[in-house]
């Protein structure tokens, strides 16, 4: 069983549609999630971290963490064009420190005029 | 300022030579990171280092040799690589090594021929 999964898309949305994306993962313990965007050919950019259950809103990002169910998302509001990158989901496994982030497989977004 | 600036940007070696890859922040993080990255794959930690000292080696072959000469440098040495080697290595650096955000920086691309 992989510890972070993630669908691999491509997720199409329209340009000024909410694109939601999800990540569960496997490990109880688990204390940190973030999520990334990627470019293709460039390295990950952290827009998003959560550490509590609930939602956490930064301009039109909004992450929503439930441990219970062990399951975190990305709500990206408006989608524009320039968001299209695949979304990279992390956790931090609570393995003795270290900070080890295990990252999902991405999901491609595309966001189409 | 999140910056964690590397170099090279790109890097073309044969697979007897001796190279050498740079990382730098001033952000005063005490942990960093050296990950790996194939094309449409997700980071691969490598190593980290928390307060200049080796925390985690993801049991990496020895031709990959880490070294943190102070708390805002990090190296990777390279020697006897093989082509499969070849991908994207990013460095990433946080406060500490306790769940807090990691930061990317622009990667070096290297190809093995």
């Known amino acids: 069983q992989k510890e972070v999964e993630q669908n691999s898309g491509p997720l199409s949305v329209p340009e000024g549609a909410i694109a939601s994306l999800n990540c569960t993962y496997s490990d109880r313990v688990s204390q940190s999630f973030f999520w990334y965007r990627q470019y293709s050919g460039k390295s990950p950019e952290l827009i998003m971290s959560i550490y509590s259950n609930g939602d956490k809103e930064d301009g039109r990002f909004t992450a929503q963490l439930n441990k219970a169910s062990q399951y975190v998302s990305l709500l990206i509001r408006d989608s524009q064009p320039s968001d299209s990158a695949t979304y990279l989901c992390?956790?931090?496994?609570?393995?003795?420190?270290?900070?080890?982030?295990?990252f999902g497989t991405g999901t491609q977004l595309k966001v189409e005029l | 300022d999140t910056e964690v600036t590397q170099t090279p940007k790109h890097l073309v070696m044969g697979m007897t030579n001796k190279k050498s890859l740079k990382c730098e922040q001033h952000m005063g993080h005490r942990a960093m990171y050296w990950y790996k990255q194939k094309a449409k794959k997700p980071p691969e930690l490598m190593f980290v280092y928390s307060y200049e000292k080796l925390s985690i080696n993801e049991s990496v072959p020895s031709r990959f040799s880490p070294e943190c000469p102070n708390s805002s440098l990090l190296n990777l040495h390279l020697h006897a690589l093989q082509p499969e080697d070849s991908a994207l290595y990013l460095c990433a650096s946080s406060y500490t090594d306790r769940g807090n955000e990691q930061y990317f920086g622009p990667g070096t691309r290297l190809t093995v021929t």
């Open positions: 992390a956790v931090s496994l609570a393995a003795g420190g270290g900070n080890k982030l295990t």
